[in-house]
């Protein structure tokens, strides 16, 4: 699947033609930098649009009418992306050169895609207050769910010290506290500053023709010049010269010990296909050290592992343990990234992990939504790379380069959620 890229066609426009899938994927891309006063709105949006446009003013007529595209499927979402604030609109047709008699349906689609983003269903020239409320209620159980899942809510929490100036400690669907306040007439504001300001792209994914697409893509002329999204207010990468501790207490059994780390390695470097295989060497996978050390040979964490964001050069550590165990799983964690700083781990070690990350790669380039998110990130994090050119770098990671990169690790925040008690 090779990417063929249009700039001037309205959004620009990333045709990745293929005979693999029967359906047509279609990706509208909109980015921009993530904001504590944009965020929870942009959220917001992202629901509202899906609810009603002006066409099918409702959510029974958007279903009536994706039923008449073939049982077309159409979502958003929101999602953070190192600094920044995406928001997708994502589209699932048929494709009718698998159909008898079928119409245009790839122009059929489109044509609702674009009415769903920019002629939106508005009463008084607001969205509808109903429809506003409604989607309110829908987010604000989307945000407490978050407080129940005791690990996406301890590192949350985690982001909130380490990052407590920085966008980055922000979630992208926004904040409870500034949900409520949205108005119809501030929502409206965010919507045309989304249209005139945001970076757009689009990615169309399936057997669809160059000329069809380009045709397709140009209906989308108001997004011609929104090429470059806006720079974000992220702060200078700065490391503390000693980890910073904090423990909070909750209604919980098990102890959530989530550690933040800063690595200097971005996506863009040519050191990132190192920094991928020494992440998963350390938690990306059940052979990896933290999984093997903490969990298996010690038994002192229910799970244990890492993940590593290119686009923030920061590495997250979790493990859900007993609270009594806090200090020798700390201890023990440490020294795994000690260990991988000094090269203590076997070629057979790092060859298992670059093949299961090779395999990784694959499985995700093998659905439509997989591979636009593959090549979305070099858009984001400023680097183009193909996926035989990713997998070849991966390929050759050399042991030392291993090292190089976890001696780049820094733990700078140690967050502990635990229960009210202390175990004995």
């Known amino acids: 699947m090779v990417e063929k890229e249009h700039i001037n ?15 047509t994927t279609i990706l509208l891309q909109m980015l921009a930098p993530l904001e504590r006063e944009t965020a929870t709105e942009r959220s917001l949006l992202a629901q509202v649009l899906k609810s009603a446009t002006a066409d099918h003013p409702s959510r029974k007529s958007i279903r009536s009418h994706l039923d008449y595209l073939y049982g077309a499927v159409f979502t958003t979402d929101v999602a953070k992306k190192g ?20 119409e245009p349906l790839l ?53 909130q010290h380490m990052f407590p100036e920085d966008p980055y400690r922000l979630q992208a ?39 069809q697409a380009v045709k397709a893509a140009s209906a989308f002329d108001v997004f011609e010049n ?29 102890g959530k010990l989530h550690i933040g780390c800063r690595v200097p390695v971005y996506f863009k470097d040519s050191s990132f296909a190192a920094m991928q295989v020494a992440n998963a060497l350390l938690g990306g996978f059940p052979h990896s050290k933290l999984f093997l050390n903490v969990r298996e040979k010690e038994s002192l964490a229910y799970y244990a592992a890492s993940r590593y964001d290119s686009l923030k050069g920061f ?35 790092v060859e298992q992990t670059k093949g299961m990350l090779v395999n990784q790669l694959l499985e995700t380039a093998d659905s439509a939504k997989g591979t636009a998110d593959l090549l979305y990130q070099g858009i984001v994090g400023e680097r183009q790379v193909s996926m035989d050119e990713w997998i070849s770098q991966v390929k050759a990671v050399t042991l030392e380069e291993v090292a190089d990169c976890a001696a780049d690790i820094v733990i700078d925040t140690v967050f502990f959620l635990h229960g009210e008690k202390e175990d004995q």
């Open 107 to 159: 122009e059929e689609g489109l044509a609702f895609l674009k009415g769903a983003v920019l002629a939106p269903y508005l009463e008084n020239g607001v969205f509808s207050e109903k429809i506003i409320m409604e989607e309110k209620r829908n987010l604000q159980q989307r945000m407490e769910a978050v407080y129940d899942d005791k690990i996406r809510y301890a590192n949350n929490r985690m982001l």
């Open 9 to 23: 066609t309205g959004a620009a426009l990333h045709l990745l033609p293929t005979k693999k899938f029967k359906t």
């Open 173 to 211: 669907q926004g904040e409870l506290d500034r949900l409520e306040a949205i108005t119809a007439d501030r929502l409206m504001t965010i919507y045309h500053s989304m249209i005139q300001e945001d970076k757009v792209d689009m990615y169309i994914i399936g057997d669809v023709e160059e000329e």
């Open 226 to 254: 929104n090429l470059h999204v806006k720079e974000t207010a992220g702060t200078a990468y700065s490391v503390r010269e000693t980890p910073n501790h904090i423990k909070e207490t909750d209604d919980i059994q098990q």
């Open 315 to 349: 590495v997250t550590i979790m493990a859900g343990i007993e609270t009594s165990q806090y200090d020798k799983a700390l201890a023990i964690i440490t020294e795994q990234i000690e260990d991988m700083k000094i090269g203590r781990f076997t070629e057979d070690e």
């Open 83 to 102: 600094d920044y604030h995406l928001l997708t609109f994502r589209l699932d047709i048929a494709n009718e050169r698998y159909i008898e008699n079928a």
